[in-house]
């Protein structure tokens, strides 16, 4: 586990890095909330400052994204546009995709259903065109 949260040993809130082929994958698992979202923003930034081709926002393992954690989604988002790298964001709860839906973060945020998905040319930087499949293509993922 990196980014340890200050706020005192969650439990349910796990943070894990990977580089895939040039771009840098953030896994995510448990609730982003008000003792989580600032690790997961001073994290994002990290990454960020680095300028990596592309950054995917893994939140396949993400239990609950609150009102805060969204607001790093957006600073993460506004960032990338900054530094130039391409940003895209994993969801596969229907219960996350909806918060995001309900706040319109679907039209701002590039989503996908996964990794391998985020990872296509166009997106951030993959290797296959024709395995990409944008969010909206996969109606079993939307509620």
């Known amino acids: 586990m990196i980014g340890a949260v200050e706020a005192g040993d969650v439990e349910s809130f796990e943070m894990s890095e990977v580089d895939a082929d040039g771009a ?11 003792l989580t979202s600032g ?24 239990t609950f994204l609150g009102a805060i954690g969204m607001s790093e989604l957006v600073e993460a988002h506004d960032q990338s546009v900054t530094v130039g790298t391409v940003f895209a964001v994993v969801v596969s709860s229907r219960c996350v995709l909806h918060t ?44």
Request: glycine residues 8%; hydrophobic residues 50%; proline residues 6%.
């Open 24 to 34: 840098v994958v953030l896994r995510i698992a448990g609730e982003v909330d008000l």
């Open 39 to 62: 690790a997961v923003g001073r994290r994002c930034a990290a990454i960020l400052k680095e300028r990596p081709a592309a950054f995917v926002l893994d939140l396949t393992g993400v």
């Open 100 to 143: 995001l839906t309900i706040v319109g973060l679907d039209e701002l945020l590039t989503l996908r259903a996964t990794v391998a998905d985020a990872l296509c040319p166009g997106v951030a930087g993959g290797s296959s065109p024709t395995t990409c499949r944008p969010f909206a293509s996969l109606p079993s993922q939307r509620a």
